[in-house]
């Protein structure tokens, strides 16, 4: 407890009304809490600081994505610090005081995460450089679902790449943290558990769903173009496309939903081999 004043949890909504509060009403109200409102929800900013006097609200002018909305998170936090995290994430009481504990101990990091019950990380996500610590994992990447900041090391990164609306930023930013010399670990006796898309509190489910997979498929091309190389991201990419657009061919007239789903995904990518913006955005 006595830690909190060091630190502050941030989220980014797109009416995410309900599942913010699931989340904070569970939390210390000593602890700072920014919500960055990437649609200006109707309500959202009067009903969460009349209600707990711990939290602020930011609205974008624009909807800024993933990227804008966790970098404004960045420009308003000023304690030692801070953690990001996606609203359908769950996880256990003390878990934000191990952090601060953790973090105590050992001191150099950028980043801090838990390890998600259901997702395991691949072998290349893993640092191959040396570790004092045996607890705690050294990695190269980690999921961004919830991050633990050292914001002093933060600023020392830059921000995420705003370039990205949707998916692939923290990977991005791990990458780039970590061609810089930055330490990021993952807690494995720290679980945290994600439900995956219940985060948007809309109607559209399709459309929320296609607009995704779009996004995905952009992101996963712009990150191997930049990060590694341009035949990089054709290769890890190019098998995408052709599965999509058979998939697309196969479920024209049988079934909607998928029909839809497969045509997102081959336009992100063909959007993004011709060089276009990640212009894609939902119609409420």
Same mark, same amino acid.
Not at 43 to 67: A, C, P
């Given at each position: 407890?006595?830690?909190?004043?060091?630190?502050?949890?941030?989220?980014?909504s797109y009416y995410s009304k309900k599942t913010i509060f699931k989340i904070v009403k569970k939390l210390d109200s000593k602890i700072k809490i920014i919500i960055i409102d990437n649609a200006n929800e109707k309500g959202l900013k009067n009903y969460f600081e009349k209600k707990f006097s711990n939290i602020r609200v930011i609205i974008s002018k624009y909807n800024t994505g993933?990227?804008?909305?966790?970098?404004?998170?960045?420009?308003?936090?000023?304690?030692?610090?801070?953690?990001?995290?996606?609203?359908?994430?769950n996880f256990g009481s003390k878990i934000i005081d191990k952090f601060l504990d953790i973090a105590d101990i050992i001191k150099d990091f950028t980043i801090l995460a838990p390890q998600h019950e259901r997702s395991f990380y691949k072998k290349e996500f893993f640092s191959n450089k040396?570790?004092?610590?045996?607890?705690?994992?050294?990695?190269?990447?980690?999921?961004?679902?919830?991050?633990?900041?050292?914001?002093k090391n933060v600023k020392k =990164?830059? @921000? %995420?790449?705003?370039?990205? #609306? !949707?998916?692939?930023?923290?990977?991005?930013?791990?990458?780039?943290?970590?061609?810089?010399?930055?330490?990021?670990?993952?807690l494995p006796k720290l679980k945290v558990s994600h439900l995956g898309g219940k985060s948007v509190n809309l109607k559209n489910s399709l459309e929320i769903e296609a607009n995704k997979h779009w996004h995905y498929m952009w992101s996963k091309f712009y990150y191997y173009r930049k990060n590694y190389s341009t035949y990089?991201?054709?290769?890890?990419?190019?098998?995408?496309?052709?599965?999509? =657009?058979? @998939? %697309?061919?196969?479920?024209? #007239? !049988?079934?909607?939903?998928?029909?839809t789903i497969y045509f997102n995904k081959s336009s992100g990518l063909i959007n993004a081999y011709l060089g276009k913006t990640s212009y894609k955005r939902i119609v409420i």
């Amino acid at each position: 407890m006595k830690h909190y004043k060091n630190l502050t949890i941030f989220f980014v909504s797109y009416y995410s009304k309900k599942t913010i509060f699931k989340i904070v009403k569970k939390l210390d109200s000593k602890i700072k809490i920014i919500i960055i409102d990437n649609a200006n929800e109707k309500g959202l900013k009067n009903y969460f600081e009349k209600k707990f006097s711990n939290i602020r609200v930011i609205i974008s002018k624009y909807n800024t994505g993933q990227t804008g909305g966790i970098n404004e998170g960045f420009r308003n936090i000023k304690t030692k610090y801070a953690i990001y995290m996606d609203s359908d994430v769950n996880f256990g009481s003390k878990i934000i005081d191990k952090f601060l504990d953790i973090a105590d101990i050992i001191k150099d990091f950028t980043i801090l995460a838990p390890q998600h019950e259901r997702s395991f990380y691949k072998k290349e996500f893993f640092s191959n450089k040396s570790n004092k610590f045996k607890d705690f994992n050294l990695m190269k990447l980690v999921h961004g679902q919830f991050l633990f900041f050292n914001m002093k090391n933060v600023k020392k =990164v830059g @921000k %995420f790449d705003e370039k990205i #609306f !949707l998916y692939y930023e923290e990977t991005d930013f791990c990458l780039r943290a970590y061609n810089k010399g930055h330490k990021i670990y993952v807690l494995p006796k720290l679980k945290v558990s994600h439900l995956g898309g219940k985060s948007v509190n809309l109607k559209n489910s399709l459309e929320i769903e296609a607009n995704k997979h779009w996004h995905y498929m952009w992101s996963k091309f712009y990150y191997y173009r930049k990060n590694y190389s341009t035949y990089s991201a054709y290769k890890n990419t190019v098998p995408d496309l052709i599965t999509s =657009v058979i @998939k %697309f061919l196969i479920f024209y #007239f !049988l079934n909607n939903r998928k029909k839809t789903i497969y045509f997102n995904k081959s336009s992100g990518l063909i959007n993004a081999y011709l060089g276009k913006t990640s212009y894609k955005r939902i119609v409420i």
